[in-house]
């Protein structure tokens, strides 16, 4: 069985900063590309950064320049880093890993909620 465990959302203010960590935890053998999506209100969820087991990273033009991916290996961790909120950042954000166990598979997190307002 394998968990993803997300931390780190909250209320900020525009400009502000939040940091999200998202852990895997359970049979792992691997650990391929991790990811965070974000959903909105009312909207599909879309890709804001992805990350694979080299580090090379790849990011959604509307966060680019703001937000960092990185991961701690050891740990199976996947973190985010978003600087200089906006309002439009308020969302749902998952983790998701591409993850060898007992069988290869995308996992999710549950899922933790940013709300950037004054």
């Known amino acids: 069985q394998v968990q993803l465990v997300e931390s780190g959302g909250g209320l900020v203010q525009p400009g502000g900063s939040l940091r999200l960590s998202c852990a895997a935890s359970?049979?792992?053998?691997?650990?391929?590309?991790m990811a965070w999506y974000r959903q909105a209100p009312g909207k599909e969820r879309e890709l804001v950064a992805d990350?694979?087991?080299?580090?090379?990273?790849n990011y959604a033009n509307s966060v680019k320049g703001r937000f960092t991916i990185s991961r701690d290996n050891r740990k199976n961790t996947v973190y985010l880093q978003m600087n200089n909120l906006k309002p439009e950042d308020t969302a749902v954000y998952y983790c998701?890993?591409?993850?060898?166990?007992?069988?290869?598979?995308?996992?999710w997190g549950q899922g933790t909620q940013v709300t950037v307002s004054s």
């Open positions: 998701n890993a591409d993850i060898s166990s007992l069988r290869r598979a995308a996992y």
């Open positions: 359970g049979t792992i053998f691997s650990i391929n590309t």
């Open positions: 990350i694979t087991s080299f580090g090379t990273t």
